[in-house]
């Protein structure tokens, strides 16, 4: 979004409300939040009742973006500084909010972005398999083996997306579980010479190799673009100074989130997902 359009929706308190609650109904007709039925009424209070199951709500009833009370203003600044990749300390100094409100308003939008999977389905074509390590407070061996790190397992669709995944070992039963459930059978799938990619080739793809001890590429079997990914991943994560084991999953996934729409308009983008209604609730 550009800037006279942002400072523009945040003129005013209604404004910003306004551009939400565009949002929320997708330029559709107002439905329960509930039961889904579209046999609603307006009542005092820009609320709305359902004729069918008597549920009375307003425009955000049930979405993410209600899950914290500030104002809309506020809503939209956090979401813009988060865009630009600010820490929760700093978007907190930046909106006038205390640093846990913030921090509670961030974490809404990660959960959003996860739960909203826009790319779930097989990927397929030539994928890329690799696995990386995160995070450990010392120093010391590196890669496969590295004592405090956490162990993330990533595939990559070429001239598509990244999906990555926590996983608790790097064993063929964890790391060949997950390839069948993302990627259809009949892909190129390309590794370098890890032993738990052995048994790739009896699940139904052609499976090939690259030796790293002897070079990074041979024609177009490599595995660049997930590499191209850990680096980009660990570049933005180290500016948190530490992210906790628990918290680091939703990092990763904004990571992805972040990777895979690289080319669109973000702010939109997370606006839309913060809107959307928590799945729980449908």
Not at 52 to 69: A, E, S, V
Not at 73 to 78: A, P, T
Not at 84 to 102: C, F, H, M, N, W
Request: net charge positive.
């Amino acid at each position: 979004m550009k800037l006279e359009s942002f400072e523009f929706i945040t003129k005013t308190e209604n404004r910003a409300r306004l551009f939400l609650r565009k949002s929320c109904w997708k330029n559709g007709p107002v439905f329960c939040t509930r039961c889904r039925s579209r046999k609603i009424y307006r009542i005092t209070g820009k609320r709305y009742r359902c004729k069918r199951c008597g549920y009375t709500f307003h425009d955000f009833t049930n979405r993410w973006i209600n899950r914290l009370r500030i104002s809309h203003k506020k809503w939209l600044w956090i979401i813009k500084l988060f865009e630009l990749e600010l820490s929760a300390r700093k978007i907190a100094d930046q909106v006038g909010l205390s640093y846990p409100t913030v921090l509670k308003a961030v974490t809404i939008i990660r959960l959003a972005i996860i739960t909203d999977r826009d790319s779930d389905g097989f990927l397929s074509g030539e994928i890329e398999l690799d696995e990386s390590y995160f995070g450990g407070k010392r120093k010391g061996k590196r890669g496969r083996g590295a004592a405090g790190k956490v162990p993330v397992f990533g595939i990559y669709e070429r001239n598509g997306t990244v999906r990555v995944e926590v996983v608790k070992n790097v064993t063929a039963e964890s790391l060949l579980g997950m390839t069948v459930k993302t990627v259809r059978r009949g892909s190129i799938v390309y590794t370098d010479k890890f032993r738990s990619y052995d048994a790739l080739m009896f699940c139904g793809y052609r499976h090939l190799r690259i030796d790293h001890k002897k070079r990074f590429s041979s024609g177009k079997v490599y595995i660049n673009g997930l590499e191209g990914f850990w680096s980009y991943a660990k570049e933005r994560i180290i500016k948190f100074h530490g992210v906790s084991k628990e918290k680091f999953p939703l990092y990763l996934k904004e990571m992805e989130f972040r990777y895979n729409n690289r080319h669109k308009n973000l702010f939109d983008l997370i606006v839309q997902k913060t809107c959307n209604l928590v799945p729980d609730l449908l």
